[in-house]
C-alpha cells in the first residue's frame, strides 16, 4: 500500500475551515492595486473586502500559483516518502491550475500525481479534499478516494448572486457572457456552477435583493424532495445577506439542520466581487 498524500489549491478557501489534516495549498496571487499578495498568508478576506469597500477604484485580479512551486510541493512530499498525491483542483473551466498541476505532476519522477478537477469551487472543494485526507488517513486506495470524490462531484450545486458583473466578466469567468454586454453594471442576475465547471447565467434580474430570493427560491425548489443534505452559504463579506438567507431557508425548508458558512478567500471573491453571496448544498447517498 503507497502513503497518499492530499493537496488543494487557494480557491478551496480550507483556511476557513477547522482540520488536522496536513494538506499543502497552492495559493494563488492577488494583484491590488500596485501591490502583490499571496492568498490568505499574506491578505485575509476581511482585509481584502475592505479594501475594496474603502477604494473603489481598485480592481484585483488573480494569478495562479507558479508551476515551479507545485513541482517543489510534489519533490517535497517525494522526499518524505508519500508515493501518491491528489491533488483537488478548481473547476478547470475557472483557471488553469488544473492544467499546470498536471504539467507540474509529470515532471517529477517516481511519485503518482493524480490532478482531480472538482468541477466546482469553495465548499464543495474543500469537503472533496477534506474527505481525501480522511480517507489517505484511514489507508484508504487511490481509487476508493478518487471515487467517493467523484461522488461529491456529482451531487452538489450553487447557486449565487453578485452585487456587480464586472468582475466575473472582466476576470473572464462567466461562460454566456455576450448575453450581458453593453448592460452588465445593470444586470444583477441568478447564476450557478453547471456539472461541467462553468460559471453560467440562469436568469438576468434587475436588482440584487431579487436575485438573492430567487437563489433562494431555486434552492427550495430543487431540493423539495431531498432532505439529507449538507447546505452552505459562501459569501463576499456579506453577513447581512447570508443571516437572511438562513433564516429563510430555515423557515421555508424546516428539516435543513445546520448550514454551514464561510467567506470566500480573496482568490474567489476577486472574480465574485464584495458582496456577492451562494446557496448550495451537496445531496448525501
Do not use: W
Amino acid at each position: 500500500m503507497g502513503k497518499i498524500a492530499v493537496v488543494t489549491d487557494t480557491n478551496a478557501c480550507l483556511d476557513y475551515f477547522d482540520y488536522d489534516y496536513d494538506i499543502p495549498i497552492f495559493r494563488s496571487i492577488i494583484h491590488l492595486g500596485e501591490n502583490e499578495y499571496i492568498d490568505h498568508i499574506e491578505l485575509k478576506a476581511e482585509d481584502f473586502y475592505k479594501a475594496l469597500n474603502d477604494d473603489k477604484t481598485l480592481f484585483p485580479k488573480t494569478s495562479q500559483p507558479p508551476t515551479m512551486q507545485m513541482v517543489e510541493t510534489y519533490e517535497s512530499l517525494k522526499k518524505s516518502g508519500y508515493t501518491d498525491v491528489i491533488v483537488i483542483t478548481i473547476s478547470s473551466h475557472m483557471s488553469g491550475i488544473f492544467s499546470s498541476a498536471q504539467v507540474a505532476g509529470k515532471s517529477v519522477e517516481g511519485l503518482n500525481v493524480h490532478v482531480f478537477d472538482s468541477k466546482s469551487v469553495a465548499f464543495p472543494q474543500a469537503k472533496m479534499t477534506l474527505l481525501a485526507a480522511s480517507m489517505a488517513q484511514e489507508g484508504k486506495s487511490v481509487e476508493n478516494i478518487l471515487a467517493a470524490m467523484e461522488n461529491i462531484r456529482d451531487n452538489n450545486h450553487i447557486y449565487f448572486g453578485v452585487d456587480t458583473l464586472a468582475y466575473l466578466v472582466k476576470n473572464g469567468r462567466l461562460s454566456n457572457a455576450q448575453g450581458f454586454l453593453g448592460s452588465m453594471l445593470k444586470v444583477k442576475p441568478l447564476l450557478h456552477i453547471s456539472k461541467e465547471g462553468k460559471v453560467e447565467n440562469v436568469e438576468k434580474i434587475r436588482t440584487f435583493n431579487k436575485a438573492v430570493n430567487r437563489v433562494i427560491d431555486m434552492f427550495i425548489e430543487e431540493t423539495k424532495n431531498m432532505d439529507n443534505l449538507e447546505v452552505f452559504i459562501c459569501h463576499a463579506h456579506n453577513a447581512s445577506m447570508r443571516d437572511y438567507i438562513e433564516k429563510t431557508i430555515k423557515e421555508r425548508k424546516p428539516s435543513i439542520g445546520n448550514v454551514f458558512s464561510m467567506p470566500l478567500t480573496p482568490a474567489v471573491g476577486a472574480h465574485a466581487g464584495p458582496g456577492a453571496i451562494g446557496l448550495g448544498y451537496i445531496a448525501r447517498y
